[in-house]
T-cell receptor
């Protein structure tokens, strides 16, 4: 199973509040994990990716951060949310090698910052 | 640097019409993978197809077909006899061998009108 658990499904937060979105995956150990954001009517923007525990690569400088405390856990955080943080957040894992080179996505979290 | 361009942001067709979604990519690598994903209104991205750079054979799967042409750096997606259930946002994506980043196009929103 390559199931990706992402929660919550929807979240409404006030500006300036903290954020923590959690993603856990099942299946093969040491997966590559990703956080993407999709703003309303826009494409997928890569925010962070991780190739292992404690290893985080940031693609877009902003007030978000990511952590990978365990092999199958990837957390997206913010200390103070901005209105511009609203969007649809997707966690993904990448299978690597041969015919398995592709991304699997979680069901996403719709974040509304008010 | 890798880049994916989907010039069509929105397309509307009448049910049973054929429709082609365009994807043009840029990469400096000779080995890479191309993907198409479907995002229905529910939000979760569904994998449709993966193509590696050494395989230029076109592929057909039911009403879906893909035309990969390295000479024009294009990987176009055609839906034959479109149906209302095909209404979704479709993303084209690229990853270069040895890289962890998967780059997505901005997506094409397809609306099939009954």
């Amino acid at each position: 199973s390559q199931t990706i658990h992402q929660w919550p499904a929807t979240l409404v937060q006030p500006v300036g509040s903290p954020l923590s979105l959690e993603c856990t995956v099942e299946g093969t150990s040491n997966p590559n994990l990703y956080w993407y954001r999709q703003a309303a009517g826009r494409g997928l923007q890569l925010l962070f990716y991780s190739v292992g525990i404690g290893q985080i690569s940031s693609e877009v400088p902003q007030n978000l951060s990511a952590s990978r405390p365990q092999d199958r856990q990837f957390i997206l955080s913010s200390k103070k949310l901005l209105l511009s943080d609203s969007g649809f957040y997707l966690c993904a894992r990448k299978m690597t090698g041969g015919s398995e080179e592709k991304l699997f996505f979680g069901s996403g979290t719709q974040l509304s910052v008010l | 640097a890798q880049k994916v361009t989907q010039a069509q942001t929105e397309i509307s067709v009448v049910e049973k019409e054929d429709v082609t979604l365009d994807c043009v990519y840029e990469t400096r690598d000779t080995t890479y993978y191309l993907f198409w994903y479907k995002q229905p209104p529910s939000g979760e991205l569904v994998f449709l197809i993966r193509r590696n750079s050494f395989d230029e054979q076109n592929e057909i799967s039911g009403r879906y077909s893909w035309n990969f042409q390295k000479s024009t750096s294009s990987f176009n997606f055609t839906i034959t006899a479109s149906q209302v259930v095909d209404s979704a946002v479709y993303f084209c994506a690229l990853i270069e061998r040895g890289y962890q980043k998967v780059t997505f196009g901005i997506g094409t929103k397809l609306q099939v009108i009954p």
